[in-house]
């Protein structure tokens, strides 16, 4: 497993589709890091699926986990141990969420076209944002209302339209 400076933690961050679960498995593989995946973390906790979580609580609802979340994440990091942190899609939309993720790590946003994200979930059922709206025009229009929340937290910026994983897991090694 490589080290590289200082060794941040890490929060992963990018809309729905841009491969955050997946390139922060891979991150975990190559180094001495463990992943925390906040959307599986909140099912765990609580028991239910994110659809049924939107369905039953609604969106704030959903939210207020995730914010409970992130401040729990920062106090895990208080032990040490080094996360890379796979975040929600949304979680950038609460500004007490991006506080916290700037002054305890890197955050490291990924981006893909909104063609490329479209492809990636259209037949997931998992994603109670995209339910009676899963289309490129509205992908793009989500995606522009987030555009800055994004690149004011964003560290670096990793573009990951037609790489693989390991490649886009290097680039951020490189990058951090
Ligand atoms: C959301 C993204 C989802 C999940 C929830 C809300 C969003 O995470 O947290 O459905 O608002 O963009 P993924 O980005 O892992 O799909």
Redesign the pocket.
Known sequence: KCVFKNEPQLFLIG???VG??SIAKQLEKIMPYEVLEM?QKIVDDSGMS?PDIFEKYGEDY?RNLETNLVKNIETEFNTGKKYVVSC???VVVRSENTKIMKRCGKVVLLTASPQTIFERVKDDKN???LNGNMNIEYIEQLMQKRKALYEDVADIVITTDSKDIQTIAEEIIHNI
């Open positions: 809309f729905m589709g955050k679960t959307d994110i959903f929600g899609g949304g994603r109670p944002i």
